[in-house]
């Protein structure tokens, strides 16, 4: 059975950080590109951040430049280091297994005063 739990999410203020956490399980994690997607109220879901098997990392834009996708093959675990949080990071932040329809359950994160 195929698992992606999330973790990591909270409440931080602007200019705080958080790192989130994406456990695997049933997949050949070392085989896939693995993404992170948020969503905001009232949007669509967006990308993150992204990292091939290869590990070659991708940013859609600058606006994400603040942010660290990285993974670890032995625990087959993806991360995401958010830093320099703004109100506007605000979102359920999302782990995706890359061209399958496989998504974790979200984890959400604040950026308040």
């Known amino acids: 059975q195929v698992q992606l739990v999330e973790s990591g999410g909270g409440v931080v203020q602007p200019g705080g950080s958080l790192r989130l956490s994406c456990a695997t399980s049933g997949i050949s994690f070392e085989d896939y590109a693995m993404a992170w997607y948020r969503q905001a109220p009232g949007k669509g879901r967006e990308l993150v951040a992204r990292?091939?098997?290869?590990?070659?990392?991708y940013y859609p834009d600058s606006r994400m430049g603040r942010f660290i996708i990285s993974r670890d093959l032995a625990t087959k675990t993806v991360f995401l280091d958010l830093n320099s949080l703004e109100p506007v990071d605000t979102a359920v932040y999302y782990c995706h297994v890359r061209d399958t329809s496989i998504w974790g359950q979200g984890t959400q994160v604040t950026v308040s005063t």
């Open positions: 990292i091939n098997k290869f590990g070659y990392k």
